[in-house]
Every structure is written in C-alpha cells, then in structure tokens.
C-alpha cells in the first residue's frame, strides 16, 4: 500500500477541523456565542445587545399539519425578539417560513413577500416552503451595518439587499425572545405584545399579532446570536480542499 501523501492528509484534516467547529444550525457562528439558545419552547429576556453588530436567528424545527393550516391565516411562532413597537422574527406565513422586522413603529407590516425596503419601517421577506412532519434547519443573518440579511434553509443559502436600513435598525427590541410560543406579556388588554415583526394593525391580516398562534409542531434547537454570518459562497471551501487532494493525487501518479 503506497503511503497517504501529506498534502491529502492536510485536506482531510482540514475538512475535518471545519466539520468540528461548524455552529448546529448557522455554519460559521460558534454555538457557545449565542447570547440565546434553547431546545424547549420558552420566552425570557437576554442581556444587552448591540445593534450595530447584528443579529443571527436560528432553528431546527418540524412543523405540523396544524401549524401549516393556521398559517393561512395568521403567522406561526417560531423564533422572534422583540418588544411593543419594534424586533425580528421567523415566522410560518401561507406554508413558508418568513423573516420579518420592525424599527419603532407599533403599526408597521410588510407590503409584501419581498419588502426588502425599510422605509415604512417593516421587512417581510418570504422565504423557503415547510411540509408537515418534514424537519427544516433555518437561519436567517440581519447585518444593518451592510444592509444585507444572509439566509440557510436545509444547506442553501441565499443573501438579500436590503435598502433604508443603517446599523440603528432597531431589530431586538426590548431583548424578549419567544421560541415556538407567544409572548404576552403586554399590558394592554386584547394585544398579545409579542414584536416580532408583526404589527397591532388589525387591517394587517397575517401580520396582524392577534392573528398569530403558537408552533404545534416539534422543536428542537432555537438561537439568537448578536452577530451576522458570512457564509462564504457555497462550495468555496469544499473546492479548495478537493485542489489540495487533487495535487495531492497528482502528485502520487
């Protein structure tokens, strides 16, 4: 058996220290730095954030039948910070998941699935589909500084422009994050409280935060980290390494 040459023990080594150092959910932010992270459904408060350093939302999830029957008609919780007037979250919207945001203002919404402006003070950006029983990996990277929101649903990434936001965009709120439940806790009779992204606007429809109900289905991670991704593009890294076996393999012959 001829000997392993150096160079491919180099790549394997290097694809092996990549794969240990990988986040659970979002490939290059260290689980240990998530200012939030649990397994269950709970709502609680997290300690200070900086704006101007972004925010990374992230879950693994398995919908139900239910929770794609009661997104028709108003948005399933499944990760969001936020206050009564401003915060970010993912949602369950028509059978797909949504990232939604809101910047001071109580009575703000999306005008659509591709509001990726900021100028009425919401983002409504629709995003990959969900099915019933079938479990979905999901992060999405808000970077206000850069106006972009970096996206991976189930390994494909995509990156949006985003317009009319600066690194003041006010994405946490009042730093409550609520997974896979609603938060209540909002003095106001008849107002669930939760931010999210959502809206107290009742012409709203889907946005509208008393149309919204908990996730029924099954959870199984969910983090907020108060810094943004930058996937590199995908295969990047895979290619890099396969160079490096490939005159490797050259080598040998």
Same mark, same amino acid.
Do not use: C, K, R
């Given at each position: 058996m001829k000997p392993t040459s150096p160079l491919l023990k180099l790549s394997v080594s290097l694809l092996a220290c990549g794969a240990a150092s990988a986040g659970t959910i979002v490939p290059?932010?260290?689980?240990?730095? &998530?200012v939030f992270s649990s397994t269950t459904?709970?709502?609680?408060?997290?300690? @200070?954030?900086?704006?101007?350093?972004?925010?990374?939302? @992230? &879950? *693994?999830?398995?919908? *139900? &039948?239910?929770?794609?029957?009661? *997104?028709?008609?108003?948005a399933v919780?499944?990760?969001?910070?936020?206050g009564t007037t401003s915060g970010s979250g993912l949602w369950i919207i028509g059978g797909s998941v949504w990232f939604l945001s809101s910047s001071g203002n109580s009575a703000a919404f999306p005008t659509g699935p591709g509001d990726t402006s900021g100028l009425g003070d919401a983002l409504g950006i629709q995003l990959g589909?969900?099915? &019933?029983?079938?479990?979905?990996?999901?992060? @999405? *990277?808000?970077?206000? @500084?850069?106006a972009t929101l970096v996206v991976g649903q189930d390994g494909a990434f995509t990156t949006y422009a985003l317009t009319d936001v600066t690194s003041t965009w006010n994405w946490r709120g009042n730093s409550t994050v609520s997974l896979g439940v609603l938060d209540n806790n909002q003095p106001t009779a008849g107002v669930n409280g939760f931010r999210g992204g959502l809206t107290d606007n009742a012409a709203a429809g889907v946005y509208f935060t008393n149309n919204a109900s908990a996730l029924d289905g099954t959870l199984t991670l969910g983090q907020v980290f108060n810094d943004v991704s930058t996937v590199p593009e995908p295969g990047s890294a895979a290619l890099a390494l396969a160079g490096l076996a490939g005159l490797a393999i050259r080598r040998r012959r």
């Open positions: 290059d932010l260290n689980d240990g730095s &998530a459904a709970t709502t609680t408060t997290i300690g @200070a954030t900086n704006l101007a350093d972004g925010m990374t939302m @992230a &879950a *693994s999830f398995t919908p *139900s &039948a239910t929770d794609l029957a009661n *997104s028709v008609t108003g919780a499944i990760l969001e910070i936020g589909t969900v099915a &019933a029983g079938v479990p979905t990996d999901i992060f @999405a *990277s808000f970077d206000g @500084a850069n």
